[in-house]
């Protein structure tokens, strides 16, 4: 997987700022040497090479970021005062894109559990449960989903190439895959 994401600006920079991204098996992040960004480059060149000259300014494989991620989900979401949101509180594979909307309907629901005439131990304790269904879903999806995405099983790759689109077209796929990826699949079956 490799992409780019839009991260604003910089004070004492001009231009607007991308962050370019790759995703490795985690067996071989500590590995990523000079050769392996040469192999990078040289995959860029082939997938998408409007990206290629984004990489031109990265000389070596220590001005690149190493993170890892696993699925994370906070049985408690609030501890006492502190309330985890977002990756924070249920981390998980990023081939949804659902990071920015769950913590932004993290940060939704918690402003209305706070508005509600009640003590905020309470609304910390309600918001937990209202917000755990909704994550459930989306933490299974990432599950179910990341062999496809995020592997080397060729086969559930071609796989998703081949049933994605037809699915896609199909009206009640279609208006279920819109609402995974809008952030607002509430529930199974609802």
């Known amino acids: 997987m ?3 994401l839009p991260v604003g600006r910089r004070v004492d920079r001009d231009g607007r700022w991308l962050t370019f991204y790759f995703s490795l098996p985690g067996a071989q992040l500590e590995g990523f040497d000079a050769a392996a ?5 040289e995959r860029v060149a082939v997938l998408w090479p409007e990206a290629l000259p984004l990489l031109a300014s990265i000389d070596s494989p220590q001005q690149l970021n190493r993170a890892r991620y696993r699925d994370v989900q906070l049985r408690r979401p609030a501890q006492g005062r502190l309330v985890f ?3 924070a509180a249920h981390a998980m594979s990023p081939q949804l ?3 920015v909307n769950m913590a932004l309907l993290d940060a939704a629901m918690l402003a ?3 508005a509600e005439d009640t003590t905020p131990a309470a609304a910390l304790r309600v918001y937990g449960q209202r917000r755990r269904a909704h994550l459930a879903v989306y933490q299974r999806l990432s599950r179910w989903l990341t062999p496809f995405f995020q592997s080397e099983r060729d086969g559930l790759a071609r796989l998703r190439d081949l049933g994605f689109g037809p ?3 199909m009206p ?3 208006s279920q895959m819109l609402k995974i990826l809008t952030g607002t ?3 199974w079956w609802r």
């Not at 960004?37 to 480059?41: A, G, I, W």
């Open 167 to 169: 699915l896609a077209r």
């Open 112 to 114: 209305d559990v706070l």
């Open 85 to 87: 949101i977002g990756d």
């Open 97 to 99: 894109g659902q990071g």
């Open 185 to 187: 699949k509430m529930s």
């Open 37 to 41: 960004l040469d192999r990078l480059r």
């Open 2 to 4: 490799i992409g780019l």
């Open 172 to 174: 009640l796929a279609r």
